[in-house]
């Protein structure tokens, strides 16, 4: 293992989530049971039996990952897997995979994978999009402090932007929701972050166009 220094982030996150059946994991045998209910011992099960799976997707995402950036050995750092989960870190990015028993369907497994990156011009890299095809179904942004989510509603009534194509909201005003024109997924803004949702994977450079005009929109409100 290598002493390659770890990024600390930029504060955006890429991620997307697949769900499989819990006996299609690597780690299940035949004198296995399918769990019926979710419980501590259930959760630490699944990730036992999905560590082999993390483990390969390690492998998979590292070879990946040296022949986009075109990254030596001390450049690309592995951490576990361990209690279902591992990561890769290299000057570019932090990717970490886990496998966890779904919360709404005990006989399911949900791998989820997430990337940070260490600065927001990696997210524009073409091999960012090379080693990660066929993509991501989400890019969060956290705030640094809470946003107010009234104000961010306010100024985009009042600006009538003609990228925004809808605007939902609670009589609370605590999140808001909206489309984007050009943009087949939805933004979700709360107080303590930004999210940018597709409905299926796309390329990274595709939710970074909708997070830009997010981005601006929050600037004008003072936020984000």
């Not at 501590?40 to 492998?59: N, W």
């Not at 986009?68 to 361990?82: T, V």
């Not at 006989?107 to 999009?129: F, H, I, Y």
């Amino acid at each position: 293992m290598s002493d390659a220094p770890s990024p600390a982030g930029c504060g955006l996150r890429l991620w997307v989530e697949a769900r499989t059946p819990i006996k299609e994991l690597p780690g299940f045998r035949p004198n296995h049971n399918v769990p019926k209910e979710t419980t501590s011992q259930t959760r630490l099960y699944v990730a036992g039996i999905g560590e082999a799976g993390v483990t390969a997707d390690l492998e998979r995402v590292a070879k990946m990952l040296r022949e986009a950036f075109g990254l030596k050995r001390k450049e690309l750092k592995s951490i576990g897997p361990d209690r279902g989960g591992g990561s890769l870190v290299c000057p570019q990015l932090t990717y970490t995979v886990t496998v966890s028993q779904a919360d709404d369907d005990p006989a399911v497994a949900l791998t989820r994978r997430e990337v940070e990156p260490s600065e927001p011009d990696v997210l524009a890299d073409p091999g960012l999009a090379f080693a990660f095809a066929p993509g991501f179904t989400a890019l969060e942004r956290r705030f640094d402090e809470p946003a107010d989510v009234g104000a961010v509603i306010d100024a985009i009534e009042e600006a009538d932007p003609p990228e925004v194509n809808s605007l939902d909201y609670p009589l609370d005003a605590s999140t808001c929701e909206l489309r984007l024109a050009g943009f087949g997924g939805t933004v979700r803004i709360t107080a303590d972050e930004a999210a940018i949702l597709a409905p299926m994977p796309v390329p990274p450079g595709d939710l970074v166009k909708a997070w830009a005009k997010v981005k601006g929109l929050l600037e004008v409100a003072g936020a984000g």
